[in-house]
Every structure is written in C-alpha cells, then in structure tokens.
C-alpha cells in the first residue's frame, strides 16, 4: 500500500485534509464563548449540533453521492464540489451571525 504513488497521495491528503477539522472542534467552543459572547453551555451545544450536522452530512452525501455515481458517474465531481460549496454558507452564518442572549 505505502509503495502505490496513488496510494501515498490520498493517505497524504486524508491527512492534511483532517487537520482543518480538528482545529475547527478545537477552537469554535472557544470562538463562540470567548468572542461572540455565548455562554460556555451554549457555545458546547451549538459545537454538538455542528459535529451531528456533520455526522449526519456525510451519512447522507455518501448515500446520494453512491446514486449519483450509479446514475452517471461524470456527475459525481460536480456533485462533491456543488456540496462542498453550499456547506460554506452554514458555516458562515455561524461564524458571522447576529445572535441574541435569552
């Protein structure tokens, strides 16, 4: 497996892919407590949802990408990348939002 060049470049990717992850689970409870004022229950809780939100994305993405990939498998990168883009929007919302304190 390690002696595949194809083999290496995805395991380098896996990698490098998955340290932006860690970093936003790590530091968003942080971000929302300490810079959008939330309180430390809260900003764990919205931290939960994201990670559920997450979970349950790419849950569903596999499922609909393997239909799209048996219906036409040309569409499957337009699929991933349309996905992706639309997944920024939430995100921002979360990290620029206007919210109220109850």
């Given at each position: 497996?390690?002696?595949?060049?194809?083999?290496?470049?995805?395991?380098?990717?896996?990698?490098?892919?998955?340290?932006?992850?860690?970093?936003?689970?790590?530091?968003?409870?942080?971000?929302?407590?300490?810079?959008?004022?939330?309180?430390?229950?809260?900003?764990?809780?919205?931290?939960?949802?994201?990670?559920?939100?997450?979970?349950?994305?790419?849950?569903?993405?596999?499922?609909?990408?393997?239909?799209?990939?048996?219906?036409?498998?040309?569409?499957?990168?337009?699929?991933?990348?349309?996905?992706?883009?639309?997944g920024?929007?939430?995100?921002?919302?979360?990290?620029?939002g206007?919210?109220?304190?109850?």
């Open positions: 497996m390690r002696n595949n060049e194809s083999n290496m470049i995805i395991l380098w990717q896996g990698f490098f892919s998955s340290v932006p992850w860690g970093i936003i689970f790590v530091f968003l409870n942080d971000y929302l407590s300490q810079e959008r004022g939330f309180s430390v229950p809260d900003a764990t809780y919205l931290v939960a949802v994201f990670g559920i939100g997450c979970a349950v994305g790419g849950i569903l993405g596999g499922y609909w990408g393997q239909i799209i990939q048996s219906w036409n498998r040309s569409y499957l990168p337009l699929f991933m990348s349309g996905t992706t883009f639309l920024i929007f939430p995100f921002l919302g979360l990290l620029n206007s919210f109220t304190n109850a």
